[in-house]
């Protein structure tokens, strides 16, 4: 494809969820001709709810919502920082359902619907001499052609492929096994014995939602502070699990327990199918590499991953990244030499193994770190950084799934300016 110095630089987005359709609209404000691809049938990406169940080994669902599922942060740090969620909705832990509405407003209050193909799944991209080859699979007439892009933003999610660990005698056990991603009803679990592995915010809340219907749940996890399980009358914290044994388990503590069902809230793998071997990007034990900033490809910065950082602030992190990496693709800054990212990224993951954070599993972890983050992206593409009041709302909120599962979601914030925020109507120092 030969360019003119007249022709619009186009953009492809891989995929329509909260992090796409950020990026599309940020990438048509900033003059470029955009496009997003979502597979499915509508927007929305994760937060669709469907009880769809994988018809065989190799067929993949693409929702984890459940039944009961409210957000584990308050609505008032979900918005995007130039479109928030409306007023009339008073509680500020909202359902999946309100979050699709949500995403629903956001792509007509910008128009992004004429520049989103609905049913086209890309298939493969590969980078050509100075722009990407796209493959796209339009699902309404099932035919496959390519299309030429100068960028590429990689917004697909990560709550399809679920990270199941490898622990000793799993194969033995004769109960039923799944993984949260799968989950969708509590009943399902009535009057049974039910293990559950992880305590990260899907663990707690799902372990809240089962113990209902469940005779016995078992908690496994090794978190260093004890969650709160008091209310939860039929739940027993126990550690990591040993091994597995026909009916049960054997924990590491030298204690055994029998149950009839094993669930594993252990996270996700990072997968990006579509993406050839060329585009110069691998995922080692979840550590995706190399990227400059957690988003651009060192090897062909023309693309750029978003949302891939955890323990963050979703939906601000996912609209800051697009708009650091845009400053980038529209010529506004240079980005640094190969060498320069690469030093860049070294030093960064050597700070992480100096701090003692060894598994790579953990590479793109933030919690405390991503306010520095955050100050890194806005100082070196000269963008607005997040308010100071979602920083410190988000603070506030922090951890609660763990220690005030019970009683959290009842609180409701109100900002009031970009420093501060209201808690059940009081002004928080």
Request: charged share 25%; proline share 4%.
């Amino acid at each position: 494809m030969i360019k003119t110095s007249v022709d619009k630089r186009r953009v492809c987005v891989i995929g329509a969820g909260t992090a796409g359709l950020c990026a599309l609209k940020n990438s048509l404000e900033a003059g470029l001709d955009a496009v997003a691809y979502e597979r499915g049938t509508e927007i929305g990406g994760t937060w669709i709810f469907s009880e769809e169940m994988p018809k065989n080994e190799y067929d993949e669902v693409h929702s984890s919502m459940y039944e009961g599922l409210r957000t584990n942060l308050p609505k008032e740090v979900m918005g995007y920082p130039d479109y928030s969620y409306p007023d009339d909705i008073a509680e500020s832990f909202i359902t999946s359902n309100q979050v699709l509405e949500f995403l629903r407003s956001y792509a007509e209050h910008f128009k992004l619907k004429p520049h989103i193909k609905l049913q086209h799944e890309v298939i493969r991209v590969r980078p050509r001499l100075d722009d990407w080859e796209v493959y796209v699979w339009d699902h309404s007439t099932d035919t496959c052609d390519p299309v030429y892009y100068d960028f590429v933003y990689v917004c697909n999610g990560h709550y399809t492929e679920p990270d199941l660990p490898e622990v000793e005698g799993l194969d033995l056990f004769e109960g039923k096994k799944m993984h949260s991603h799968l989950y969708r009803k509590a009943d399902k679990f009535k009057d049974a014995r039910v293990l559950i592995i992880g305590a990260g915010p899907s663990g707690m809340d799902i372990t809240n939602h089962v113990r209902v219907a469940a005779k016995q749940v078992f908690l496994s996890h090794h978190l260093s502070t004890t969650p709160n399980t008091a209310f939860m009358g039929n739940v027993t914290q126990k550690p990591d699990v040993q091994r597995f044994t026909k009916d049960g388990a054997v924990f590491t503590d030298g204690s055994t327990e029998s149950f009839d069902h094993v669930m594993f809230c252990t996270g996700y793998k990072y997968t990006f199918p579509c993406l050839s071997t060329d585009v110069g990007v691998q995922v080692i034990d979840n550590f995706v590499q190399p990227l400059w900033k957690h988003c651009v490809n060192i090897n062909h910065p023309t693309m750029a991953f978003v949302g891939l950082p955890f323990n963050v602030i979703p939906t601000h992190i996912f609209d800051m990244q697009v708009r650091f990496t845009l400053k980038f693709f529209t010529g506004q800054r240079k980005f640094p030499s190969r060498e320069q990212m690469i030093a860049d990224l070294e030093q960064e993951i050597g700070e992480r193994w100096g701090c003692g954070v060894r598994n790579q599993k953990k590479a793109h972890q933030m919690g405390e770190r991503q306010f520095v983050y955050y100050n890194e992206l806005a100082s070196i593409a000269g963008i607005e950084n997040i308010k100071p009041v979602i920083h410190k709302l988000m603070k506030d909120c922090g951890k609660k799934y763990i220690f005030e599962l019970d009683t959290y979601r009842s609180n409701k914030y109100t900002i009031v300016d970009d420093e501060n925020f209201l808690k059940n109507g009081e002004a928080i120092v």
